[in-house]
T-cell receptor, first 110, second 117 residues
Framework: RKEVEQDPGPFNVPEGATVAFNCTYS??????FFWYRQDCRKEPKLLMS???SGNEDGRFTAQLNRASQYISLLIRDSKLSDSATYLC???????????FGTGTRLQVFP | GAVVSQHPSRVICKSGTSVKIECRSL??????MFWYRQFPKQSLMLMAT?????????EQGVEKDKFLINHASLTLSTLTVTSAHPEDSSFYIC?????????????FGNGTRLTVT
């Protein structure tokens, strides 16, 4: 079983739609969680950290469920520019090792 | 915010030559930097952890004699791909965290696309 698992997609959604991605992690020693966005042939860029109480940044909402060991990302009112691969990233406690999911591809169409 | 700079962004070299990639943290000190590799349509794979003032830690399956890492200062790490071969063609990305900030996320350089002909 992979340490961090994501549905690779692609998720094809129309502009204005709401879309949600889930990510599960297997290591209970996971400490911190992040969502990164990666455009084709570019480096990943931090989208948002994920806090225990859940957090929102504009159209993006991230949630963490430690009991079930998953995190989620909700995108409301999708824009064409949201098309990218979204990476779920887990930082293990007491290490500096970040574990990446394979990413979920989102394609927003007009 | 924290910024990581990587150079060069793209390099094409002939088989058998060596290529050096630089990674700098611009506004914070990074005692540890990370080197990742990403093949097309695959996830980022950690190659090694670069430690300032000591030897790098390599992940299983990564040849330390082929991928030389030098962490010369608190703001600079270099990765040298020695005797490059076409199968080394990939996207190499460095990253660093600002350990002065608790739970600081990882910041990435803009990556180096290596093509070995």
């Amino acid at each position: 079983r992979k340490e961090v698992e994501q549905d690779p997609g692609p998720f094809n959604v129309p502009e204005g739609a709401t879309v949600a991605f889930n990510c599960t992690y297997s290591n209970s020693a996971s400490q911190s969680f992040f969502w990164y966005r990666q455009d084709c042939r570019k480096e990943p860029k931090l989208l948002m950290s994920v806090y225990s109480s859940g957090n929102e940044d504009g159209r993006f909402t991230a949630q963490l469920n430690r009991a079930s060991q998953y995190i989620s990302l909700l995108i409301r009112d999708s824009k064409l520019s949201d098309s990218a691969t979204y990476l779920c990233v887990v930082l293990l406690y007491n290490t500096d090792k970040l574990i990446f999911g394979t990413g979920t591809r989102l394609q927003v169409f007009p | 915010g924290a910024v990581v700079s990587q150079h060069p962004s793209r390099v094409i070299c002939k088989s058998g030559t060596s290529v050096k990639i630089e990674c700098r943290s611009l506004d914070f000190q990074a005692t540890t930097m990370f080197w990742y590799r990403q093949f097309p349509k695959q996830s980022l794979m950690l190659m090694a952890t670069s430690n300032e003032g000591s030897k790098a830690t390599y992940e299983q399956g990564v040849e330390k004699d082929k991928f030389l890492i030098n962490h010369a200062s608190l703001t600079l790490s270099t990765l040298t791909v020695t005797s490059a071969h076409p199968e080394d063609s990939s996207f190499y990305i460095c990253s660093a965290r600002d350990f002065g900030q608790r739970n600081s996320p990882l910041h990435f350089g803009n990556g180096t696309r290596l093509t070995v002909t």
